[in-house]
């Protein structure tokens, strides 16, 4: 069984982490689908931060995703490495959603934000019953040591993972 309108498009099939399903605070039948940027070899577009909502009381339980046609957007928004983290705000409600971001001039990128170096910096995008934040908490990760790999290969693939006590990234 498949949700109605649930064709949604998560990026390129090689993202480590690139899709996320979050509940919508303080609306237990809402959920978001997230998904990030993923390296297309030669592509010209990278989405960034992308979001759909769906509403799973519709269609017998199996939900319906509200806005089929086209991903929501941060007004502030950078393409990304590949994964995406959910990590739940200190009040027990709301959630972080944090992404690792690249850069923000990769032409067709919708809302590319102001920021032009962000190799040492983690976004976080704030989540709460109103919605996502369109501007993300900027956050210094230290020095992005790039990995010795082949050429033509990428480097954005990896994880994100949270220390248990949520002080960590």
């Not at 490495?81 to 001039?105: S, Y």
């Not at 919605?131 to 480097?155: D, R």
Request: net charge negative.
């Amino acid at each position: 069984n498949v949700t109605l309108n649930g064709g949604v498009n998560s990026g390129m099939g090689s993202n480590a982490q690139g899709t996320l399903i979050v509940p919508r605070p303080g609306n237990a039948n809402h959920h978001y689908i997230f998904s990030t940027s993923d390296v297309d070899f030669g592509a010209v577009i990278q989405n960034g931060v992308s979001y759909y909502e769906v509403d799973m009381a519709q269609n017998g339980g199996l939900g319906n995703v509200l806005n089929p046609n086209a991903p929501v957007h941060p007004t502030q928004n950078y393409a990304t490495t590949e994964p995406i983290l959910a990590v739940p705000q200190c009040n027990g409600t709301d959630f972080w959603i944090i992404v690792k971001p690249t850069n923000n001039n990769h032409p067709g990128l919708p809302n590319p934000g102001p920021i032009n170096n962000v190799d040492n910096l983690i976004m976080s995008y704030s989540l709460t019953s109103a919605g996502l934040a369109n501007i993300p908490v900027v956050s210094n990760a230290g020095a992005f040591n790039t990995p010795a790999i082949p050429v033509n290969s990428n480097t954005w693939i990896g994880g994100l993972a949270v220390s248990p006590d949520k002080t960590l990234i």
